[in-house]
């Protein structure tokens, strides 16, 4: 599998709460790092964080870009606040190094934080 195929695949199996095959998409020493510079080694640790921060998100995505063996996905965030109301819009970049059909780093950015204090 292409570079930018794991990495869109694993999105698409975190968006559909297949853990397993998400999992499978990782290296044994991968590091997640997410907004704020927090740090994550296993997709249980990254699902406790996240838990208080939204009550449901999902990636629309908008574009894919490769150069050799990282991909950078962007696109947009909607989901629903801890209280339910919903968002829209908010924008995102994950960047993957893959090597060897696996993830081995993923870096979040997106404009939540400022999007929840306006």
Known sequence: MTADGVALAFLGH??????????????????????????????????????????????????????????YVTGTLEGDWPDGTPFAGIRFVDRFEVVEGRIVLQEVWNDMAETRRA
């Open 14 to 71: 975190l968006g559909n709460r297949d853990v397993e095959a998400a999992r499978a998409l990782l290296a044994p020493d991968v590091r997640m790092i997410f907004p704020g510079g927090v740090e994550f080694t296993r997709l249980e640790e990254l699902f406790e964080w996240s838990a208080p921060r939204y009550r449901r998100v999902a990636k629309r995505i908008d574009r894919a870009d490769v150069s050799g063996n990282t991909v």
